[in-house]
């Protein structure tokens, strides 16, 4: 097989990846519905777990420590967004299906923390929620590699105009597979995805036990020394982000994250009249 590209070859230097420089902290909460009074109460599960009772909605708050930018998001929806120095002091009222939600903000010495209370209850997070070992977890393949508008030859493309383009007007998209439920949900993500999809995840995960055991994302090259439009870099790319999604997909509380389950195009927010 030949070359796709000649060209003269220069050492590889990675750049940061995105949550490498991030100060935004995230707390996610899956808000259940009220049970009937006729069921008997029974232990927290996963959104993807059968809940029961069912879920009413998804409420994420992120708080930039550096910005001070504080969004709160309810089922994909942002109901919320303001810029404050000061990180606590926060009180945040909402009603969710009839029910009385209010996001309070707390801050300590050299620690923030975030509140939900439902209806006079604290609600626990996702980080705090107790997650079944026998949780079914999505089987996930990245299936090609798709070059957009190319400008050399022999490796799969499909001529498109690309979205968020660089310069050159060539951008790489992953064509994502994941099975669950006997469900295909199939989507196309860039590089550029995936480092923000890590960014949110490690968001989420900060002080928590479990953030060492999350997978590294690939590393960031220079475009100006490494060609990432070559068959064997696209390839080796396909091959690691693949690595990295069925990494994570293993770690616990991973699958209540909506953040990573929207990007593999399965929602986890209610739909309406369901």
């Known amino acids: 097989m030949g070359n796709v590209a000649s060209e003269t070859s220069f050492p590889s230097i990675s750049l940061p990846s995105k949550s490498a420089l991030s100060f935004v902290r995230t707390k996610i909460w ?12 029974r232990s927290r599960r996963s959104p993807l777990d059968e809940p029961t009772p069912p879920i009413m909605g998804i409420v994420i708050f992120r708080h930039n420590a550096t910005t001070g930018e504080k969004k709160l ?41 975030y509140i939900l209370h439902c209806d006079g209850q604290k609600l626990p997070s996702i980080m705090e929620t107790h997650e079944p070992h026998n949780l079914e977890r999505p089987k996930v393949i990245v299936k090609e590699a798709i070059l ?37 949900y199939t989507v196309k993500r860039r590089f550029a995805d995936f480092d923000e999809l890590d960014c949110l995840i490690r968001s989420t995960f900060k002080g928590h036990h479990l953030y060492s055991n999350l997978p590294s994302l690939p590393s960031k090259c220079m475009k100006a020394l490494t060609n990432h439009y070559t068959q064997d870099f696209i390839e080796k790319r396909r091959i690691d982000v693949e690595f990295y999604l069925k990494g994570l997909v293993t770690i616990p509380h991973t699958l209540s994250n909506p953040d990573l389950m929207n990007f593999l195009g399965i929602s986890l927010v209610p739909q309406k009249g369901m």
Request: hydrophobic letters at 35%.
């Open 148 to 184: 957009l508008n190319p400008l050399i030859k022999g490796i799969n493309y499909e001529f498109q105009e690309p979205y968020n383009s660089t310069k050159s007007g060539r951008t790489v998209q992953f064509v994502i597979e994941s099975r669950l439920k006997g469900k295909v």
């Open 73 to 113: 998001i309810v089922n994909d929806e942002v109901i919320k967004k303001s810029v404050d120095i000061l990180d606590g002091g926060d009180l945040i009222p909402f009603y969710l299906d009839g029910s009385s939600l209010k996001l309070e903000v707390i801050s300590f010495p050299g620690l923030t923390d």
């Open 30 to 41: 899956v808000v259940p519905s009220k049970a009937p009074k006729s069921r008997e109460k």
